[in-house]
């Protein structure tokens, strides 16, 4: 069974980080692509940043450019989200999801076949 689990979330202050994990089981990174999404209370999914396993192409929204940092540890079958600078308006529930096949820097929702739980950060002000 393919399953994605988020943890590391929590709350946090205006400037401070967090660093989201993505463990996956089920099955192996090599042959998916990861994305980061969040969601805040009446407002769409957003698509944040993507990361192929095998090449580390790496994408970012340009929401959080410069602040986040997605990676991968494929000995550990675990995609990480480093984020840093972190405002109020980051506040959200954020998932990893997967989808198999070749890379593309794909953000959108509907690319994504599999997803975890969601873990809540909270920013305050």
């Known amino acids: 069974e393919v399953q994605l689990v988020e943890s590391g979330g929590g709350l946090v202050q205006t400037g401070g980080s967090l660093r989201l994990s993505c463990a996956a089981s089920g099955f192996t990174l090599d042959e998916y692509a990861i994305g980061w999404f969040r969601q805040a209370p009446g407002k769409e999914r957003e698509g944040l940043s993507c990361?192929?396993?095998?090449?580390?192409?790496?994408y970012y929204a340009d929401s959080v450019q410069g602040r986040f940092t997605i990676s991968i540890d494929n000995a550990k079958n675990t995609v990480y989200l480093q984020m840093s600078s972190l405002k109020p308006e980051d506040t959200a529930v954020y998932y990893c999801?997967?989808?198999?096949?070749?890379?593309?820097?794909?953000?959108?929702?509907?690319?994504?076949?599999?997803w975890g739980q969601g873990t809540q950060v909270t920013v305050s002000s």
């Open positions: 999801a997967a989808y198999e096949g070749d890379w593309y820097p794909l953000l959108d929702v509907a690319s994504y076949h599999y």
């Open positions: 990361i192929s396993s095998s090449d580390d192409f790496t």
